[in-house]
T-cell receptor, first 115, second 119 residues
Framework: AQSVAQPEDQVNVAEGNPLTVKCTYS??????LFWYVQYPNRGLQFLLK??????LVKGSYGFEAEFNKSQTSFHLKKPSALVSDSALYFC?????????????FGKGTKLSVKP | NAGVMQNPRHLVRRRGQEARLRCSPM?????VYWYRQLPEEGLKFMVY????????ESGMPKERFSAEFPKEGPSILRIQQVVRGDSAAYFC?????????????????FGAGSRLTVL
């Protein structure tokens, strides 16, 4: 079965430190991978995507993610965390064989950045 | 340029009543998607629609749930005879017309969601 796993329910980071939010996936075929962020009482906002090409993808707000095919991972990273980065982060993969917009989401990781 | 607009933001229904959730896509977007988020869970795909056409309803429960996207007006997600297990946040997303190429892989724009509570 196709799936996305975010092994950490919560990640705590001090402001200014690097952050990593982990994501692994299981999907048939070449994966289309996405990261979205959700702030309280808001919809999900797109951060970045990997379709093809360079394994390191740069996105909004200074975030980047590295696609690792051998480890089937797509971890989200940022060199220096901000308190305003505190939110819920979702990794997603397009359902292989499904229609466009049919994404499989992980359960989310709550990122807490302390001053 | 308004984003994806959903209403109502909060809806309370008693068991057995009907719930109607509305979604107006972003200007210029012709594709609408509905997702459901249960407590402590990620989003689950429900249905994908274009104007007057259901493209993919593989995630829709077989009974009580229906969706439409008429030629004029917003997309509607309708839940008949609601039960407590329907309590969730329902998110609508939209995207423009995309070709089936890697560069066209869709990026969804989400609304703020409609939170349904069934008493």
């Amino acid at each position: 079965a196709q799936s996305v796993a975010q092994p950490e329910d919560q990640v705590n980071v001090a402001e200014g430190n690097p952050l990593t939010v982990k994501c692994t996936y299981s999907v048939s075929g070449n994966p289309y991978l996405f990261w979205y962020v959700q702030y309280p009482n808001r919809g999900l906002q797109f951060l970045l995507k990997y379709i093809t090409g360079d394994n390191l993808v740069k996105g909004s707000y200074g975030f980047e993610a590295e696609f690792n095919k051998s480890q089937t991972s797509f971890h989200l990273k940022k060199p220096s965390a901000l308190v305003s980065d505190s939110a819920l982060y979702f990794c997603a993969v397009r359902h292989y064989g499904g229609s466009q917009g049919n994404l499989i989401f992980g359960k989310g990781t709550k990122l807490s950045v302390k001053p | 340029n308004a984003g994806v607009m959903q209403n109502p933001r909060h809806l309370v229904r008693r068991r057995g009543q009907e719930a109607r959730l509305r979604c107006s896509p972003m200007k210029g977007h012709s594709h609408v998607y509905w997702y459901r988020q249960l407590p402590e869970e990620g989003l689950k795909f429900m249905v994908y629609l274009q104007k007057e056409n259901i493209i993919d309803e593989s995630g829709m429960p077989k009974e009580r749930f229906s969706a439409e996207f008429p030629k004029e007006g917003p997309s509607i997600l309708r839940i008949q005879q609601v039960v407590r297990g329907d309590s969730a946040a329902y998110f609508c997303a939209s995207s423009p017309l995309l070709t089936e190429t890697p560069s066209g892989a869709n990026v969804l724009t989400f609304g703020a969601g409609s939170r349904l509570t069934v008493l």
